[in-house]
């Protein structure tokens, strides 16, 4: 084992992830399909081995330090959606870790679709779906309208317009862990009318250093405490547009 797998292990392992050889080689093998892929359209700025490991992977599985998602990991039967997936994160790195899980990525453009479901057969993964479209369109129909227990997102936006892309997705008493960088008190006292608007109260802000390094980020975890109301997620482009205040 080289240098950098051992510092991705030891760093895991902080977090309480400890990986099997089966579970290495599918990290190995999502490197080297992300690295190839990468060449021809643009899925990641971060494309060196030990700064994939730890900016992507690392950075995704800190999600186990929030008590309420080691919970909800621990239930089978959970059902995950990663919105606005992009290159497979958190949701694939989630998926290798806790494979009984049943998790949706869901991303509007079709090309990462593709890569993604590339990624899906050559690591052998199932219990995972692709969903190519637009959040504001998913969350309208029937079939995923608060029908996950959990949703997960890495994407860049700000939390009033990230809430309303993924609370409709989640059923009451379900959870949305959005993963940010940057300072965001300010950006989440913000958004805090507009999550509950949506039908979601934050639980809990909680900033975090990935292990063995100078790296800040934090979660943002809301609880989804009433149905969110007909109409919401507006049609496709407002939430970006004109977040909600």
Known sequence: MNDALVNFVRRLEKLNVILNERQLDQ?????EILVEQNQYMNLTAITEYEDVLLKHYVDCLAVNIVPVFQKLVSEHHVKIIDVGSGAGFPGIPIKIVFPEVHIDLLDSLNKRINF??????QTDLDKIRTFHGRAEDYANKQEFRQQYTLCVSRAVANLSTLSEYCLPFIKTDGYFIALKSGDILEEVNTAKNA?????GQIEDVLPYTLPDSDIERN???IKKVKNTLKGYPRKAGLPSKEPLK
């Open 27 to 31: 990290f190995q093998k999502f490197y």
């Open 116 to 121: 993604l479901n590339t990624v899906i057969m």
């Open 195 to 199: 999550i509950s608007i949506l039908g």
């Open 219 to 221: 979660f943002v975890i």
